[in-house]
């Protein structure tokens, strides 16, 4: 492709467990006390 063959390296992003960090931020705000907001 163009992207590849022009002066621009290729991006190679790590992929996000989004569940994970719902996870991790639900069981920080557990430990902290506070109550989960709804957006």
Request: proline share 11%; aromatic share 0%; net charge neutral.
């Given at each position: 492709s163009l992207v590849t063959?022009?002066?621009f390296p290729a991006l190679m992003l790590s992929?996000?467990?989004f569940d994970a960090l719902y996870a991790?931020?639900?069981q920080r705000m557990q430990e902290a006390g506070e109550a989960p907001t709804v957006q």
């Open positions: 063959r022009g002066s992929p996000v467990n991790q931020e639900m």
